[in-house]
């Protein structure tokens, strides 16, 4: 089991940027796909952003693609979100996620992740 720590939320203004980021420990971070996902008050958790486990693809939910950016840093076992361009509708807790095997890329799904972060408040205001 891998543990997952978030940072970097807070409150920005529209148009603004933040970047989270995730330590993780436990085990070999860089065999894993990792994600980003959000949960907005009153709805569902989504998915926003993945990195694959390997060739440095990666993949975004409509809402997101061309404002943020996710990166991973593996001699740092560390993933990143950049986000720009913020906008209100953005406002959820963000949630760092590994994917239960390693060696797997393309999933999407929440129940595709096993190990979670306790997760980051993102606020931005208009």
């Known amino acids: 089991q891998v543990q997952l720590e978030e940072s970097g939320g807070g409150l920005v203004q529209a148009g603004g940027s933040l970047r989270l980021s995730c330590a993780a420990s436990?085990?070999?971070?860089?065999?894993?796909?990792m994600a980003w996902f959000r949960q907005a008050p009153g709805k569902e958790r989504e998915f926003v952003a993945a990195f694959y486990w390997s060739g440095g693809s990666t993949y975004y939910a409509g809402s997101v693609k061309g404002r943020f950016t996710i990166s991973r840093d593996n001699a740092k076992n560390t993933v990143y979100l950049q986000m720009n361009t913020l906008k209100p509708e953005d406002t959820a807790v963000y949630y760092c996620a590994a994917d239960r095997q390693p060696y797997r890329s393309g999933r999407f799904q929440e129940t595709d992740y096993g190990s979670w972060g306790q997760g980051t408040q993102v606020t931005v205001s208009s």
């Open positions: 436990g085990r070999t971070f860089s065999s894993y796909t």
